[in-house]
């Protein structure tokens, strides 16, 4: 990386390194990737799983296919969703902390077709799951030399 890409953090409008988002923001971050990571609890454990999403409503909604994901957001409708993005001079982060539910209801099922959400692999992936947020935060983080004191 240049000099030029590094941020001079001696200059008072320097950006901050690490800086906390508004909600606003989380979810216009969010709604601009597709990959994001859902961590739930198996067996008692701690599971993390990728999975392609979009945002809709301000609620995060993916497809699964019959297995570990769909049984644990059934069994554990606590859970975290995750997803970032980056480039060379920066990075942010947002994590939901919300409540996951399978679609079962005909209105339900018909506003999630309308998102258009595809399934990235060739896996049959019928059922819907919609997480709806408790809480919702993010971070920004602006690279470059740390400073050293």
């Known amino acids: 990386m240049s000099d030029a890409n590094v941020p001079d953090r001696t200059k008072p409008d320097a950006p901050e390194p690490v800086s906390v988002l508004p909600q606003s923001e989380c979810w ?33 909604l993916f497809r699964t296919a019959e297995g570990t994901k769909l049984v644990s957001t059934a069994v554990n409708h606590n859970v975290l969703f995750e997803a970032d993005d980056h480039n060379v ?51 920004r983080f602006v690279f470059g030399a740390g400073m050293v004191r």
């Open 28 to 60: 216009h971050l969010l709604a601009s990737v597709s990959l994001g990571r859902l961590i739930t609890s198996v067996d008692g454990q701690p599971e993390i799983f990728p999975v392609n999403f979009v945002v809709q409503r301000h609620t995060v």
């Open 89 to 139: 001079a920066e990075g942010w982060s947002v994590v939901v902390k919300g409540v996951a539910r399978i679609l079962h209801d005909a209105d339900e099922l018909a506003e999630a077709e309308r998102a258009q959400l595809l399934p990235w692999t060739s896996t049959v992936k019928q059922h819907y799951v919609r997480i709806r947020p408790l809480g919702v935060t993010g971070r």
